[in-house]
């Protein structure tokens, strides 16, 4: 069985610049979180596609941006990128949108912006 | 609003000494309660969770977890910690209910050391 994966393992853009970031979800799963991790914080919900349909969204502008592929894999998109746009940027699956499904993460995105 | 806490930004317990990282939260109702281990470099890995049932939850690596809905209180323990158990832990929460279901509130995160 396949985990999450994420591609790129890292990217440096400059301010301004768009950056898309992808995530295969594992086997099975139908469901994928985004959620950004600044240095030395937890991890913050950016948002979640099902069935390649928005699901739920956390405070982030419209600059960020997301798609869910039919076979359930996901972009996130970032437009005009920002400083404080530098972050891990993680991907998760989960077999659903319950509650206590768990979401498995991949090994993040590590996105610098200069 | 929704909140989890870890009180402590760094635990420090030597190898073969039992570890308690602590977790509080701030929801309505019955939350779903997390707990995730990242190592440097990584994303996370999940290690237990509690729904229903039994407070004493066990997960992976030895690791339990016992939910106090009292004290709203998720606190994750080992009864021997290892060198190997030494990363940054993460308590977290998800309401089941609202706009933003797939939402899990993540705390910032214990640093556990773990030594020989």
């Known amino acids: 069985e396949t985990g999450v994966t994420q591609s790129p393992t890292h990217l440096i853009k400059t301010r301004g610049q768009q950056v898309t970031l992808r995530c295969s979800s594992q086997s099975g799963h139908n469901t994928v979180s985004w959620y950004q991790q600044a240095l030395g914080q937890g991890p913050q919900f950016i948002f979640q596609?099902?069935?390649?349909?928005?699901?739920g969204r956390g405070n982030f502008p419209p600059r960020f941006s997301g798609l869910q592929f039919p076979n359930y894999s996901s972009e996130l998109n970032v437009n005009a990128l920002e400083l404080d746009d530098s972050a891990l940027y993680l991907c998760?699956?989960?077999?659903?949108?319950?509650?206590?499904?768990?979401?498995?993460f991949g090994p993040g995105t590590r996105l610098t912006v200069l | 609003a929704q909140s989890v806490a870890q009180p402590e930004d760094q635990v420090n317990v030597a190898e073969g000494n039992p570890l308690t990282v602590k977790c509080t939260y701030s929801?309505?109702?019955?939350?779903?309660l997390f707990w995730y281990v990242q190592y440097p470099n990584r994303g996370l890995q999940f290690l237990l969770k509690?729904?229903?049932?039994?407070?004493l939850v066990k997960g992976s690596y030895g690791f339990e977890a016992e939910f106090n809905k009292s004290q709203t209180s998720f606190h994750l323990k080992k009864p021997s910690a290892l060198v190997s158990d030494s990363a940054l832990y993460f308590c977290a929460v998800r309401v089941p209910w609202g706009g933003s279901q797939g939402n899990l509130i993540f705390g910032k995160g214990t640093k556990l050391s773990v030594k020989p």
């Open positions: 509690y729904i229903t049932g039994d407070n």
């Open positions: 596609y099902y069935r390649e349909e928005e699901n």
């Open positions: 929801v309505s109702g019955n939350p779903y």
């Open positions: 998760a699956s989960s077999p659903g949108t319950g509650g206590g499904d768990t979401q498995y």
